[in-house]
């Protein structure tokens, strides 16, 4: 088979379970420059952004990867249309600029899809208010930005929109847009970031907890350590420590400069339904608005077989491991997507699946959960330690370099300086479709096409390890299920070449298993990739079957409402 040129580190089986304990040894004997608290896409762009300035990193969570609110998002990279009316031009206009570097230098991942954004008698917005709002997005998307939006906004008439969307409510349209914006799947959005920053040396480990801080003279020069998965701790050393551990933010910040709230995070809670788009029956992505209070939420197409609903904004003051959907969530998100689509065919019967997250927005008093800014923020407490929170998933390369700018301000690491935008650099997983496809017809393996286009899409050039793993097993290209497109060779893919430690990280992070496959089914599913997981770990039994008990516990809590 021809090979494209692959970057080595990314594909050497250094970064994965069976070598985490040379990880945790170079925690202990190296004196880093940054050490990152919390691996979300903050954290993971500021680690990434770091070594590309040549700093040595290092970066830690007490959860998996993306195991907080950087799996659990819309899934969307987009400026955020909805924020203009409230003002902020600026966020726009960076997260708009962040989407056009991404969608041209990680093409697999961020895939165009186009918004309907529909005038309705008696609603919140005109027609010249949705013009007017699309014409601005599409400037501030081109407007001194190197990479381009993927399309203009077009205006329609109500016929035009009764024929790309069928099945929309007819009563009350009186016309809209159509505009554009990206698909992503942000837990691997959030792996591949941090694989950047290990391909260039940096040291990043999961389940692995800070507990306190060690100063010298009051200032932090490092941190203490849990190794959840040995019950081990130790101490590591760092010039800089950074705090970017979103909605744990306020845990981790012991002193506060007076002008900060206290505490610094209003979490509010976020939860998606998924279904087949077959059971919706829509064509292309949606803005609605909710028929209980006027909140806007969308209804997104993931591909050509699934749909998502959601978010919900509500203030949260629950457990922040893991968050559930309330059937309150679920009823939210029903009575208004079936006013939307009367045809639609949803309901708790054919959920696929549910997810919820929580935001870290910025404390702002006075202001409802839908209207509090999605602007980050950024403190040097008197201790030494830098925090980063808040901000949009789309801006994370943006907040990263800002943060960058706040750390030059205070003298750290001059040699580090760069020009604006240095890190909007192709990512080295990024892979053009075309590419893919010759490569693929090459390989020689044949595989479904709908398979192939997953694996592409959701792994980039790591899609030809796969296609390589195929070669050597060709039982590694059974799907897990029938009725969707992931397979076995993907799995293994995730084994080895990355840090993976549990099965719900398998269907939870590295895969989007927990979405996409009925729960009803998720038990099947579950003892297929745990013998997968048990002959790579060489896990005993009693191991197996408890990763499986854990896992099948967490998909019956995202489903409890409904029993």
């Given at each position: 088979?021809?090979?494209v040129?692959?970057?080595?580190?990314?594909?050497?089986?250094?970064?994965?379970?069976?070598?985490?304990?040379?990880?945790?040894?170079?925690?202990?004997?190296?004196?880093?420059?940054?050490?990152?608290?919390?691996?979300?896409?903050?954290?993971?762009?500021?680690?990434?952004?770091?070594?590309?300035?040549?700093?040595?990193?290092?970066?830690?969570?007490?959860?998996?990867?993306a195991g907080?609110?950087?799996?659990?998002?819309?899934?969307?990279?987009?400026g955020?249309?909805?924020?203009?009316s409230?003002?902020d031009?600026?966020?726009?206009?960076?997260?708009?600029?962040?989407?056009?570097?991404?969608?041209?230098?990680?093409?697999?991942?961020?895939?165009?899809?186009?918004?309907?954004f529909?005038?309705?008698?008696?609603?919140?917005y005109?027609?010249?208010d949705i013009?007017?709002?699309?014409?601005?997005?599409?400037?501030?998307?081109?407007?001194?930005?190197?990479?381009k939006?993927?399309?203009?906004?077009?205006?329609?008439?109500?016929?035009?929109?009764?024929?790309?969307?069928?099945?929309y409510?007819?009563?009350?349209?009186?016309?809209?847009?159509?505009?554009?914006?990206?698909?992503?799947?942000?837990?691997?959005?959030?792996?591949?970031?941090?694989?950047?920053?290990?391909?260039?040396?940096?040291?990043?480990?999961?389940?692995?907890?800070?507990?306190?801080?060690?100063?010298?003279?009051?200032?932090i020069?490092?941190?203490?350590?849990?190794?959840?998965?040995?019950?081990?701790?130790?101490?590591?050393?760092?010039k800089?420590?950074?705090?970017?551990?979103?909605?744990?933010?306020?845990?981790?910040?012991?002193?506060?400069?007076?002008?900060?709230?206290?505490?610094?995070?209003?979490p509010?809670?976020?939860?998606?339904?998924?279904?087949?788009?077959?059971?919706?029956?829509?064509?292309?992505?949606?803005?609605?608005?909710?028929?209980?209070d006027?909140?806007?939420?969308?209804?997104?197409?993931?591909?050509?077989?699934?749909?998502?609903?959601?978010?919900?904004?509500?203030?949260?003051?629950?457990?922040l491991?893991?968050?559930?959907?309330?059937?309150?969530?679920?009823?939210?998100?029903?009575?208004?997507?079936?006013?939307?689509?009367?045809?639609?065919?949803?309901?708790?019967?054919?959920?696929?699946?549910?997810?919820?997250?929580?935001?870290?927005?910025?404390?702002?008093?006075?202001?409802?959960?839908?209207?509090?800014?999605?602007?980050?923020?950024?403190?040097?407490?008197?201790?030494?330690?830098?925090?980063?929170?808040?901000?949009?998933?789309?801006?994370?390369?943006?907040?990263?370099?800002?943060?960058?700018?706040?750390i030059?301000?205070?003298?750290?690491?001059?040699?580090?300086?760069?020009?604006k935008?240095?890190?909007k650099?192709?990512?080295i997983i990024?892979?053009?479709?075309?590419?893919?496809?010759k490569?693929?017809?090459?390989?020689?393996?044949?595989?479904?096409?709908?398979?192939?286009?997953?694996?592409?899409?959701?792994?980039?050039?790591?899609?030809?390890?796969?296609?390589?793993?195929?070669?050597?097993?060709?039982?590694?290209?059974?799907?897990?299920?029938?009725?969707?497109?992931?397979?076995?060779?993907?799995?293994?893919?995730?084994?080895?070449?990355?840090?993976?430690?549990?099965?719900?990280?398998?269907?939870?992070?590295?895969?989007?298993?927990?979405?996409?496959?009925?729960?009803?089914?998720?038990?099947?599913a579950?003892?297929i990739?745990a013998?997968?997981?048990?002959?790579?770990?060489?896990?005993?039994?009693?191991?197996?079957?408890?990763e499986?008990s854990?896992?099948?516990?967490?998909?019956?809590?995202?489903?409890?409402?409904?029993?």
């Amino acid at each position: 088979m021809n090979e494209v040129k692959l970057e080595p580190r990314l594909f050497d089986e250094s970064w994965n379970f069976k070598n985490r304990d040379h990880y945790i040894n170079n925690l202990q004997e190296t004196e880093y420059d940054i050490f990152v608290i919390g691996a979300g896409i903050t954290g993971a762009g500021v680690a990434r952004e770091a070594t590309m300035r040549g700093l040595r990193v290092a970066i830690v969570d007490m959860q998996d990867f993306a195991g907080g609110t950087s799996s659990r998002s819309s899934k969307l990279g987009h400026g955020g249309i909805r924020y203009l009316s409230h003002g902020d031009i600026d966020l726009v206009k960076e997260a708009l600029h962040e989407r056009n570097w991404m969608r041209v230098h990680i093409p697999h991942l961020i895939r165009p899809i186009p918004f309907l954004f529909v005038e309705l008698e008696g609603g919140k917005y005109k027609k010249r208010d949705i013009k007017g709002a699309a014409k601005l997005y599409d400037f501030l998307s081109d407007k001194d930005s190197e990479f381009k939006n993927y399309k203009p906004f077009q205006m329609l008439s109500p016929e035009e929109i009764f024929k790309i969307e069928p099945h929309y409510i007819k009563e009350g349209v009186l016309g809209g847009a159509v505009y554009y914006d990206t698909n992503l799947d942000d837990a691997r959005l959030t792996l591949e970031t941090i694989k950047e920053a290990v391909i260039r040396g940096a040291d990043a480990v999961s389940y692995c907890k800070v507990i306190s801080y060690f100063k010298d003279n009051g200032k932090i020069i490092g941190v203490n350590c849990m190794d959840l998965e040995n019950n081990y701790n130790f101490r590591v050393k760092a010039k800089l420590v950074i705090n970017a551990t979103g909605v744990w933010t306020d845990n981790l910040l012991e002193s506060y400069p007076d002008e900060i709230p206290k505490p610094l995070i209003r979490p509010t809670k976020g939860v998606h339904l998924q279904y087949r788009r077959k059971n919706i029956k829509n064509n292309n992505a949606a803005i609605v608005f909710s028929k209980k209070d006027g909140r806007a939420f969308f209804v997104l197409p993931r591909d050509e077989d699934f749909t998502i609903i959601g978010t919900t904004d509500t203030d949260y003051k629950g457990e922040l491991v893991n968050p559930y959907c309330s059937k309150e969530d679920a009823d939210y998100l029903i009575e208004s997507t079936n006013y939307y689509f009367p045809n639609a065919q949803i309901s708790y019967e054919n959920i696929l699946s549910t997810y919820a997250g929580i935001r870290p927005l910025v404390m702002q008093k006075g202001k409802s959960e839908s209207d509090i800014s999605r602007k980050h923020i950024i403190i040097f407490s008197d201790d030494g330690l830098l925090t980063i929170t808040g901000g949009k998933l789309t801006e994370w390369r943006a907040m990263a370099e800002d943060l960058f700018n706040h750390i030059l301000e205070k003298n750290y690491f001059p040699k580090a300086r760069k020009p604006k935008d240095f890190s909007k650099q192709p990512f080295i997983i990024g892979f053009n479709k075309n590419e893919w496809l010759k490569k693929l017809k090459q390989s020689g393996i044949n595989i479904e096409s709908e398979v192939a286009d997953h694996i592409y899409q959701q792994y980039g050039k790591g899609a030809i390890k796969i296609l390589e793993l195929i070669k050597g097993d060709h039982l590694l290209g059974d799907r897990i299920l029938k009725d969707n497109n992931f397979i076995k060779a993907e799995i293994v893919y995730t084994l080895r070449y990355e840090m993976t430690l549990h099965l719900i990280d398998v269907f939870c992070r590295r895969t989007e298993m927990a979405l996409w496959i009925n729960h009803k089914e998720v038990s099947k599913a579950a003892h297929i990739v745990a013998d997968l997981m048990q002959k790579e770990y060489l896990w005993d039994d009693e191991i197996k079957l408890k990763e499986i008990s854990q896992y099948l516990d967490y998909i019956e809590k995202t489903v409890a409402f409904m029993k």
